[in-house]
């Protein structure tokens, strides 16, 4: 499945051609009451990543006409989660390996707020996420790492590259290969220069149309998966922000942090909120520099934003 559009998806056949499929009549009325089939664990809502099973047969003018009969239960997925809503759940992307979050080391300033709220943004999807630091030639790799440390103290995998050096690619292709990953982060970072450098034959247009102008376009619904050459998927996600933090429970937040995760069993109270309260060991550690006192305000200030949301009624 690479893409949808009102009703009809593009579809990837195993030989490596594609065709127009829409759903089977059973699985449309199925998704539409927001039920699942009867034999069981199927997904609601078709989504781009998911794998699906097409029989085709000739239609009345003679021409074969493609229908989706099943849909293979999902590995993992990345949505958009609208609480209060019935089924209000709107997968974006299906059997996710991975996210790429995307920025650059300088042109534009890499802005650490906004890749902590893409970080959790993987994490409350369970999705495991690599941080791309481009245009290393602009900087040195030694700024560049000294700029990026306290993700790596965090345990993420750090990838610090440029397409004008070289650097990091080799690297890079090897965990993207054969693999589903959605490619996200600010625009102008170099994120189609990367895919395209990686992946000779992939032709992503370099600082194209700005995510402003696609979303006007409704071409295509959240996503599109690119197939790539030698094996693998990448989902052009049109700005994790769009997925946004909606849905994510006020007290997950902290468990989104995965340096946070040792000290939370920790804290006199157990309801602490990691903000204000005495006997808190994860503002212990913060002070004692066990843990980046930027990415602890990254989390107050979005434990906040949920809160206050949360209490808003959304
Ligand atoms: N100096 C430098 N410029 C780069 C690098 N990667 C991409 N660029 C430039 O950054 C601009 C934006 O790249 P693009 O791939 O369109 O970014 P996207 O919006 O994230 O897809 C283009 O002018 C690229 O040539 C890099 O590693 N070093
Ligand atoms: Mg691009
Ligand atoms: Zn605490």
Redesign the pocket.
Known sequence: MLTGTGGVWRVLLEDGSSVDASMRGRLKRDEERGTAAKDGAKPLKLAVGDVVDIESEPGPDGLIVHAIASITPRRSQLARRAPGRAFGERVVVANLDQVLV?FAVANPEPHPKMLDRFLVIAEANDLAARIVV??C??AGQSSARARFADYEKAGYPVHY????DGSGLEELRAVVQGRVSALT?P????????MNALFPGLTLR???ISDSVNKGRHTTVGALLHPLPGGGFVADTPGLREVGLWGIEVREVAHCFPELRPFLDGCRFADCTHLVEPGCAVREAVERGEVSRSRWESYAKLRDELASAASSGW
């Open positions: 995307v481009n245009k030639d602009l590259t440029s397409i004008k982060g625009s102008g970072v170099g994120k189609s220069s990367l370099v600082g194209a």
